[in-house]
């Protein structure tokens, strides 16, 4: 198979006081070049934390973490820090964090923390070639007052605002892929909407793969080709994005859908008192996803 | 409840060196309860001379030596614990109920009280506590009581300011604010909802202290104020020796010597509790 | 019907660094017993400082509510404490940390005297049992509860003074889907046991047309629509509301179909 990322058998465990924590179970996930997938389940569910490991900054130094992150076919895990910092992030593989407000640092303007980004894929560039990149880069999302959003300091934007910004940062480098962790959770519906429209604009014109981790089923509805599905660690279904909401098969899966709260006005969500063990039961991959794998190769 | 000790022990004791911190200060207050009954001559820390035997070096019989009038350094050293242990204790005693209040309600009542409190915690803490505390010996008696008095004057507004700064910082949290709409008095707030949150930050404050305080009372005595003869001090008789450091060594090193144990080791338990309270607070 | 809240001509203004920042601008709007009125909106939009004025955290700078036709803008008395009560979005951090379960709990028990001292143990576990908890949890500490549970136990500290009105302020925007269905659900149940009026605070519109029956929408401190539950999502009037509306990402197409 051609995929981008190709994870396999990731399993992650914490050690804790007398015991250990799983919380990854051998986790199998693919992305394909200039796909936007998303990855959905509950807090606790483990696709945050999965984000880090791809990256490689999960700091905790209680993490036992086994299994293989492709990308390209060279195994991220196997590689050193230097070469994840000076090759793939920001550069090759980026990511948007969920609150913009604490993802950006307070003490420097934006200037000069899109400068930063800048300078990491050329680090050579002369201070005035440096500020024509970022005013193009802010003026492509129709930001009117440049020269001022430049001179600011985060906690002088709003929220839209900021998050706009760290969208461009994570795609102005035209990474192959861009991972989002929960990217609109912390916005109101309006801007949460503009700022999924922004990320899919941006990504289709440089061919980006997305992978989306999220809890909002919605916003899976709305952004993504493909979905996993996973709980406690384990990925439970996947399917392509119709056969997920028309046609959901894991019990899981039809717990969350029913769980929403709809707009139609059908009474307060249902939910089972007693649900099964989720993860003890099978994973369903839908049959359409064999047709699409080979589409794909 | 009890689970919650063992996962702070677990924590507590991930670190060698809180854990040193620990053993050394278990072995200080075992000496300072127990002074009478494991010293060799109990009685020299008292009015007990011994010309016969004064300026002998350490042996079998007097582990650090004798002084210039034939005590026995050993033990008065045990005692000499006692004695700044208990000081440091009822300066603490004073000073630490004091402080807690003030910052309590400087930190929860704005405007006009929050500013005049806080304005006289920073006049004293601008102060340098040991010439001010030789300032008022001097001016006054030298004696335990205006020693223990000085000191405490000048030690509560340091907790005032680390219960100020805490106070402040949570008196907007959700669960103050849903105290208030049940209809809780400011009292309860302040002492049962806000005062709880203060304790781990205080109880570690008050570890390092005690040493902090000690090394105040033995500067104090060094400097010939304070602790009066014959009831032996660390300081006091960290200076006597001086004099005679080249030929009784003895005199200065083990009281001095003394004085750095108790130091390192409540230092290194405060370190150790701090870290051990503040993966706590997750 | 009575109206057992009416706000009148609310405005509420702060001074943020020299400048004057209004928070709500000449707001009216009443409620009636048994009402679980929606306080719709965006950050900005007020609607958290609305909350707070009816909670008494806060005076409004001009205007007045009336409870039962009593003034109470002013000063909060002890009925009045005891009859509006409160269940909070963040659930790491409505409850102390430091204090167990069930001093959080028998904190309005004991202010407001609703049994005799000898009987809060009994009543404490009565209550975690109304909202679904173990009896065995009284003696814990919030660290170890999960996010659902400790909105449970913050309901129970609400129903506890047996109040009127409880101001439910986002109380399920930071839980799991599956947890606020069930969350949802024991709210409901407990609106019905113990006749309760319910303002829900929250930005969350799919819950909103499934728990209320009336909608108050807010934009920078303004009503620009109100009405029944089921008028402002089949025939909204105001473009702000139809573009919330719109911006909902929903889960199936007839959801999509409905939109404006």
Known sequence: MNSLLSIESLELSFELYKRNLKVLNKINLNLFKGEKIAVVGESGSGKSVMLRIILGILNDKNALIQGKVFFDSIDLRTQKQNYMKNYIRGREISMIFQDPMASLNPVFTIRDQITNVIKLKNKNLKKNEVEDIAFEQLKKVSISDVGRVLDSYPFQLSGGMAQRILIIMALMNNPKIVLADEPSTALDVTLQKQALNLMNELANEIQSAML????????????????????????????LIDDIFNNPQHPYTIALLEAVPRLTGHGLPKFDPNPPEYEKIKKFSHSSLTKYYEKHS | ??????????????????????????????????????????????????????????????????????????????????????????VLIIAVPVGVFFGL??????????????????????????????????????SMTYIMAAISLLWWPWYSRLVYSITKSIKNEDYIAAAKICGASNFHILFFEILPNCLPSVLTKITTDLAFVIMIIAALGFVGLGVQPPIPDLGRMTADGMDLVFDSYWLSLFPGLAILFLVVGFNLLGDGLREAFDLDLR | MKNILKIKNITKEYKIASKKVIALNNISLNVQIGDCLAIVGESGSGKTTLGRLILGLENPTKGTIFYNDKNISAKRNIQNRKD???????????????????????????????????????????????????????????????????????????????????????????????VQAKVLKLLSDIQKNYNLTYLFITHDLGVVRNVSNRVVVLKNGEIVEEGETVEIFQRPKHEYTKNLIRSIPVVSAEEEKIKP
């Open chain 3, 84 to 178: 509006i009560q409160v269940v909070q979005q963040n659930p790491l951090t409505s409850l102390n940390p430091k204090n167990k379960i069930s001093s959080s709990i028998s904190l309005p028990l004991k202010i407001h005297k609703i049994v005799k001292k000898e009987s809060i143990p009994e009543k404490v576990i009565e209550l975690l049992n109304s909202v679904g908890l173990n009896k065995d949890l009284a003696n814990s500490f919030p660290s170890s509860l999960s996010g659902g549970q400790r909105q449970r136990v913050a309901i129970a500290r609400a129903i506890a003074s047996n109040p009127k009105i409880i101001v439910l302020d986002e109380p399920t925007s930071a839980l799991d889907v599956l």
């Open chain 1, 212 to 239: 989306l981790v999220t809890h909002n089923l919605g916003v899976v509805r709305e952004f993504a080709e493909r979905v996993y599905v996973i709980y406690r660690g384990t990925i439970v279904e996947e399917g």
């Open chain 2, 1 to 90: 409840m009890f689970d919650n000790i063992l996962i702070f022990w677990f924590k507590f004791k991930k670190n060698p060196f809180s854990l040193i911190g620990l053993i050394i200060v278990s072995i200080v207050i075992l000496i300072t309860i127990f002074a009478p009954f494991i010293t060799p001559f109990p009685e020299h820390a008292g009015k007990v001379v011994d010309f016969s035997n004064m300026n002998q070096p350490p042996s079998n019989i007097n582990y650090f030596g004798t002084d210039t009038i034939g005590r026995d350094v050993f033990s008065r050293t045990m005692f000499a614990y006692r004695t700044s242990f208990f000081l440091s204790l009822v």
């Open chain 2, 105 to 142: 309600l400087g930190g929860y009542f704005s405007g006009l009280f929050e500013n005049v409190l806080m304005r006289i915690v920073d006049v004293f803490l601008s102060l340098p506590a040991l010439v001010l505390a030789m300032v008022i010996i001097g001016l006054t008696e030298n």
